[in-house]
């Protein structure tokens, strides 16, 4: 996938999830009374958490996805992707501690670093079962970025917001949200998605990842 193409995919995918959130904040604008206010933050609760776990999974693997259309070796990149590429010799090297074996291994991990670099996405990152702050900035930093302050400041928001507000509809409790609540969530995921579209625009485009 060239730079280009990678723009358009990641434009398009920011537009249309961006898009359906601001439908919620319309509907919010144009007034709706109960019960059908509580149905509307409800579902705003749990897709403002949907489309930013999704944005999250879509951009990053097209950003993989870039890497690989480069046709670059595995050691001219930075060394979360390299070792996403080698994981299994570490998983082959975790099996065995005798040491001619293990020599072995890492002649092999020498060998790979000298490979064309082509990986799945879900090999260099995992959203697991919940997009925490943590398990964001894991797979912020397993694609050789840098966890920016803006995600910092919102490390607490990501938590107790949008990943315990979306579980608690998710599982069945019949708790409320009010109309200042679900806008506060619509546009802080507008808000992050924006941030890590810009960053992964800039990464390819200053090809980011890259060892220094």
């Known amino acids: 996938m060239d730079l280009e193409k990678f723009g358009d995919k990641i434009q398009r995918e920011l537009s249309l999830r961006k898009m359906e959130l601001s439908r919620f904040s319309i509907l919010f604008q144009e007034g709706t009374e109960r019960p059908h206010l509580d149905l509307l933050c409800r579902a705003a609760i749990v897709l403002s958490y949907a489309h930013w776990e999704g944005f999250v999974k879509s951009g ?24 996403a590429y080698v994981t299994s ?12 074996f293990l020599g072995d291994v890492l002649g092999l991990i020498d060998s790979d670093r000298k490979a064309i670099f082509s990986a799945k996405p879900e090999k260099c990152f995992d959203t697991e079962s919940n997009l925490s702050s943590s398990v964001f900035k894991a797979l912020v930093l397993g694609l050789g970025l840098d966890y920016l302050s803006e995600y910092e400041t919102r490390n607490a928001f990501m ?3 949008l990943v315990h507000g979306r579980n608690k509809v998710a599982h069945g409790e019949l708790v409320q949200f009010d109309r200042q609540d679900a806008e506060e969530r619509l546009d802080a995921v507008r808000y992050l998605m924006d941030h890590y579209s810009d960053q992964l625009l800039d990464a390819a485009r200053d090809e980011a990842y890259l060892a220094s």
Not at 74 to 79: C, Q, T
Not at 93 to 99: E, I, V
Request: charged share 25%; aromatic share 10%.
């Open 89 to 100: 010799r570490f998983k082959q090297a975790a099996d065995s501690s005798k040491t001619t």
């Open 159 to 161: 938590d107790e917001k």
């Open 60 to 83: 990053s693997a097209f950003y993989v996805k870039h890497i690989n259309g480069r046709q670059l070796p595995v050691g001219s990149l930075k060394y979360p992707l390299q070792a």
